[in-house]
T-cell receptor, first 114, second 114 residues
Framework: DSGVTQTPKHLITATGQRVTLRCSPR?????VYWYQQSLDQGLQFLIQ???????AKGNILERFSAQQFPDLHSELNLSSLELGDSALYFC?????????????FGEGSRLTVL | AQSVAQPEDQVNVAEGNPLTVKCTYS??????LFWYVQYPNRGLQFLLK??????LVKGSYGFEAEFNKSQTSFHLKKPSALVSDSALYFC????????????FGKGTHLIIQP
């Protein structure tokens, strides 16, 4: 158990809809990362937050947004969903107690867009 | 920009034989290199990392990796494979002087045959 919790584990929705994925990092970790894993694109970095502030941005679409709250949990909002957004979305966290680049991953939220 | 290449989609090894999973990288600064493993329906787990120091790095479950600066490679190795090593392996890189986010390769399926 990595200590990172993601909800929901599975989500099925229709095109055009909006969903929110939630992540609770390991206790004390200030950094939260979001990744998208799909068969054709592999594991793509979306965005990183550190202590509530956006720290780095990767291949995140404009239809997607994220935030990190004062209690350090994070949410990834996906809107105007398309079939191609179907993927496994991972949250990871890291903190001062871990070495650089050592990320702790949650078990992911599997999104299916029909 | 940083990138990682894992040239093999799949590696098949007989149980008890040595295994190698290949990784090459490109980064502008000093590389921080990582290996992660993903079991079916699970999140990624950290295996090992190279930051500085000895080129041979030892990690979890008997795995090790060799950093070769001249060949920009960081191949994952194990002297004697177990069936339970069968999983998806990801190599990742970040620029030592850059942002925290990791860039992952597309992953290599390692299949250990009994």
């Amino acid at each position: 158990d990595s200590g990172v919790t993601q909800t929901p584990k599975h989500l099925i929705t229709a095109t055009g809809q909006r969903v929110t994925l939630r992540c609770s990092p390991r206790s004390g970790d200030l950094s939260v990362y979001w990744y998208q894993q799909s068969l054709d694109q592999g594991l793509q970095f979306l965005i990183q937050y550190y202590n509530g502030e956006e720290r780095a941005k990767g291949n995140i679409l404009e239809r997607f947004s994220a935030q990190q709250f004062p209690d350090l949990h994070s949410e990834l909002n996906l809107s105007s969903l398309e079939l191609g957004d179907s993927a496994l979305y991972f949250c990871a966290s890291s903190g001062t107690g871990t070495g650089p680049g050592e990320l702790f991953f949650g078990e992911g939220s599997r999104l299916t867009v029909l | 920009a940083q990138s990682v290449a894992q040239p093999e989609d799949q590696v098949n090894v007989a149980e008890g034989n040595p295994l190698t999973v290949k990784c090459t990288y490109s980064v502008s600064g000093n590389p921080y290199l990582f290996w992660y493993v993903q079991y079916p329906n699970r999140g990624l787990q950290f295996l090992l990392k190279y930051i500085t120091g000895d080129n041979l790095v030892k990690g979890s479950y008997g795995f090790e990796a060799e950093f070769n600066k001249s060949q920009t490679s960081f191949h994952l190795k194990k002297p004697s494979a177990l069936v339970s090593d069968s999983a998806l392996y990801f190599c990742a890189v970040r620029d030592g002087g850059g942002a925290d986010g990791l860039t992952f390769g597309k992953g290599t399926h390692l299949i250990i045959q009994p």
